[in-house]
């Protein structure tokens, strides 16, 4: 099959990450050739940030495709760059597939979602046919059209034993990968990942992120902030079920407590980072009580206090991340939509219907030839 790269800004919007894979000719993984972190340019992930906060706020169609545009240019770019490292030319990659960058998720009310970044720019830089709008194709039978990840999980992760996958981006979502025999795969988002300590850490230290959770270490745990949050109706929403950044937000955070500028920041970000841990922890207990291990990836993974929490919570699971079974946690999600590239052009399905709530297994995206 050859080589195909993946493309990916999720809800942290760190950077465009791109993954450059090889596939064996029955399409199967065989490894991660070399990666990328292309930055955003920052008035564009400030100005990205702020509508994933809140969507309901006006935009005009100029400023949309003026953003589509900029996005494509950014993941265009980080395609392009990572060739040139690699000396590889257009001929030589069999597809791009680009996740573009979500604006909008609503799978309940308006069943539909919206990522930006112009597929046609990317081939067209590239030499590259592109693969992307990776997520319709499934609201359009009835799914939330994430998560996606859980057939990639699947498909490198499992053996015999009953583990979760937990990918934690701005948004935590779980893979539940049963032991041999013993089931379907399902999965579904657990609630907010890194988004609220991003949040909180911009706010207050002027840092995109809490570096390995230092500052949330150095804070005293709210008991009754943590159990406010935990009381949000989304947390016992039966799967499938998705979230995004529009829902966990500071304003989300504000509205569970009236005194909350009172609170030491620190305490704050110590609370949320066991709302995270508790959310996840609870999830897996409910839905995967067998499981035997944890399986950790996306930021979350870098997070050294937040996975010695983890840790902790779950003491009877065997936690790692998934570096430990043959792929860097910062590169799943990247390769795992090079992964569904090539599944496209093949024309095989690329959502599990267990997972999103879809009526049928469907081919997912659109082509676009370079």
């Known amino acids: 099959m050859g080589i195909c790269i993946g493309l990916i800004s999720g809800t942290s919007l760190d950077a465009v990450d791109a993954a450059a894979c090889e596939f064996a000719d029955d399409a199967t993984w065989r490894r991660l050739i070399a990666t990328r972190a292309h930055p955003y340019p920052g008035a564009l992930r400030a100005e990205l940030l702020a509508l994933q906060r809140h969507p309901d706020t006006p935009i005009t169609l100029r400023d949309l495709a003026r953003l589509d545009a900029a996005i494509g240019d950014c993941f265009a770019e980080a395609a392009a760059t990572l060739m040139r490292d690699l000396g590889l030319n257009g001929?030589?990659?069999?597809?791009?597939?680009?996740?573009?960058?979500?604006?909008?998720?609503?799978?309940?009310s308006l069943h539909t979602t919206t990522q930006l970044g112009d597929p046609n720019r990317i081939a067209a830089r590239t030499g590259v046919r592109t693969v992307a709008d990776l997520r319709r194709a499934d609201m359009a039978h009835g799914g939330h059209g994430a998560p996606l990840m859980p057939a990639f999980h699947h498909a490198l992760f499992a053996d015999e034993r009953t583990q979760v996958v937990a990918n934690i981006g701005g948004i935590a979502n779980i893979t539940v990968l049963p032991g041999a025999g013993s089931g379907h795969v399902f999965g579904f988002d657990t609630g907010p990942g890194n988004a609220l300590l991003d949040d909180w850490a911009q706010h207050h230290l002027g840092s995109p992120y809490d570096r390995d959770?230092?500052?949330?270490?150095?804070?005293?745990?709210?008991?009754?902030?943590?159990?406010?949050?935990?009381?949000?109706?989304?947390?016992?929403?039966?799967?499938?079920?998705?979230?995004?950044?529009?829902?966990?937000?500071?304003?989300?955070?504000?509205?569970?407590?009236?005194?909350?500028?009172a609170r030491a920041t620190a305490d704050v970000q110590r609370t949320l980072l066991e709302l995270t841990v508790e959310s996840l922890a609870s999830a897996i207990e409910t839905h995967a009580p067998s499981a035997a291990g944890l399986l950790v990836c996306g930021g979350g993974a870098r997070n050294r206090f937040l996975m010695e929490r983890l840790t902790a919570r779950l003491p009877r699971l065997q936690v790692s991340d998934t570096g430990a079974h043959g792929l860097d946690p910062d590169w799943v999600e990247a390769a795992g939509f090079a992964w569904l590239a090539q599944r496209t052009v093949l024309g095989l399905s690329g959502n599990l219907p267990a997972v999103t709530g879809a009526a049928r297994p469907v081919v997912l995206g659109g082509i676009y030839p370079a």
């Open 91 to 108: 001929a030589e990659v069999v597809a791009i597939g680009s996740h573009g960058q979500t604006v909008f998720h609503d799978p309940l």
């Open 213 to 261: 959770g230092a500052w949330a270490a150095s804070g005293t745990l709210d008991p009754a902030l943590l159990q406010r949050g935990l009381a949000d109706p989304y947390f016992g929403w039966p799967a499938p079920k998705s979230t995004g950044r529009d829902y966990f937000n500071l304003d989300w955070l504000n509205a569970r407590d009236a005194d909350l500028a």
